[in-house]
């Protein structure tokens, strides 16, 4: 019972500091489902798109990439989502004001031990 309460302990002192590492990032960082639907972002990806956490935890990557760019971004998502490589783009971001942020977003597939 020791061992097992030290091994929690440990892992929940892991987890704080990567939870640590995430928010207080100076990029802007980003999860998502793999249909693109935002599961948690920090500050300063809020900041970069113009968007609070709230209202992107109800979006979908696809819905603030510019229309023009979807045709390239969508089909490398896609293919990394389904076990293919990482890849880096520059795309355009819409803001709810109407303007456009230029991103280059590195996107990498988290996979669980099982490979899902």
Not at 59 to 78: A, C, G, K, Y
Request: aromatic fraction near 6%.
């Amino acid at each position: 019972a020791v061992e097992r309460a030290r091994a929690e302990a440990s892992l929940r002192r892991r987890e704080s500091r990567l939870r640590a590492v995430f928010d207080q990032a100076a990029a802007g960082l980003a999860r998502t489902d793999l249909t693109g639907r935002f599961l948690e972002v920090n500050d300063r990806y809020c900041e970069i798109v113009g968007r609070s956490r709230e209202d992107l935890l109800a979006l979908r990557m696809q819905d603030l990439t510019h229309p023009e760019d979807l045709i390239s971004n969508v089909p490398l998502f896609e293919k990394t989502t389904a076990g293919g490589p990482s890849f880096d783009i520059e795309k355009r971001y819409l803001k709810p004001n109407g303007s456009t942020v230029w991103v280059r977003n590195s996107v990498s597939a988290v996979r669980s031990a099982e490979g899902t």
